[in-house]
């Protein structure tokens, strides 16, 4: 072979192998995109926006892209994932949900999209009790202060927005106590928090993992868990099963999403950097100590978590009659 050939052919070889590394088999996009986009459906300062940031770096770094962290916040978190569910399934749009995912089809008749169908499941990140918390100048000692207080008159309560898991859960303990709170809806974990350490609202039921920093400044004086025992970070404090509604149990939860029809070796593509961001020592410490518990589940084992708990939760509003002004 000449020189001219044997040019020729090596430069027709490098063609072909940059096109293998552009396509994959079967001639499908490159995944990762130059840019992917992970909406978080509330705004900046919450559980959601936290744990995305955390890991932005880390995906970025690990797939060789740019990760953006887009906040679309209203409507319980809907209007965000509606954002997801309606972007190409190319692996370049990703939604990380809070529990009002699960609550949403109880509460909002209206929503726009199949909370089930429309979105596939990537991953259940964590849970978190819950804690019901006073300001540390509010005249409320234990939750019985709580209880008796709104008895006897009217007390207001923050939580994430609507249809949260925090304000289905107190309402279901209210039923259960025949007691009357007031709801008082943020939305997202930024401004209920920016209230509740002002003191501008004086009980905020939220997971631990949003309120844990406040709890150990004594800005906020845990009141209760929500979860079926007590936590060994707030050991002093006791779970509501204790206190006149047996058998209680209700946690926050974390997930990632994609939507439909998002090719699954994408899917488990993400799953594994998701996997792998999460697990760095640093990340894992960070999201722990603030009281998140690692689930880093499949993502048919998050379908099927999904699925009971809009099951679980549709049957609590039901017998409750709860509704999203509530």
Not at 136 to 160: C, E, L, M, W
Not at 230 to 247: I, K, N
Not at 255 to 277: N, Q, S
Request: a neutral charge; glycine letters at 10%.
């Amino acid at each position: 072979m000449n020189g001219f050939w044997r040019v020729l052919a090596i430069s027709a070889i490098a063609v072909c192998g940059h096109l293998l590394e552009v396509l994959p088999a079967g001639g499908q996009a490159a995944w990762p995109p130059k840019t992917m986009r992970i909406i978080v459906p509330f705004p900046p300062g919450g559980t959601t926006d936290v744990i995305a940031r955390r890991v932005q770096p880390l995906l970025e770094r690990n797939l060789k892209t740019t990760v953006v962290i887009e906040n679309r916040g209203g409507a319980s978190g809907s209007i965000g994932t509606q954002a997801a569910v309606a972007a190409a399934p190319d692996g370049a749009t990703f939604v990380l949900v809070f529990d009002t995912h699960g609550a949403n089809p109880a509460l909002l008749p209206n929503l726009p999209y199949d909370t089930v169908k429309d979105l596939a499941p990537v991953m259940l990140i964590g849970t978190s009790p819950m804690v019901i918390t006073a300001h540390s100048k509010a005249p409320y000692r234990n939750f019985g202060d709580v209880v008796a207080a709104a008895k006897a008159g009217t007390v207001p309560y923050g939580t994430i927005g609507s249809g949260s898991l925090a304000h289905l859960a107190m309402s279901q303990i209210g039923n259960s106590l025949n007691m009357t709170m007031t709801h008082v809806p943020y939305k997202g974990g930024g401004p209920l928090t920016t209230d509740a350490v002002a003191g501008h609202v004086p009980v905020a039921i939220a997971s631990i993992a949003l309120l844990s920093a406040h709890i150990k400044s004594e800005a906020l004086r845990p009141l209760a868990v929500t979860s079926a025992r007590r936590v060994e970070a707030l050991q002093g404090t006791p779970a509501v099963s204790e206190l006149g509604v047996p058998g209680f149990d209700a946690e926050a939860w974390w997930g990632l999403l994609a939507p439909a029809k998002t090719p699954p070796e994408i899917v488990a593509r993400m799953h594994a950097a998701m996997r792998d961001a999460l697990q760095d020592p640093g990340v894992r410490q960070n999201l722990s100590e603030q009281g998140l518990d690692y689930r880093l589940s499949s993502p048919d084992e998050f379908g099927r978590f999904v699925e009971s708990e809009i099951k679980r939760w549709t049957k609590v509003v039901d017998d409750n009659k709860i509704s999203a002004t509530q």
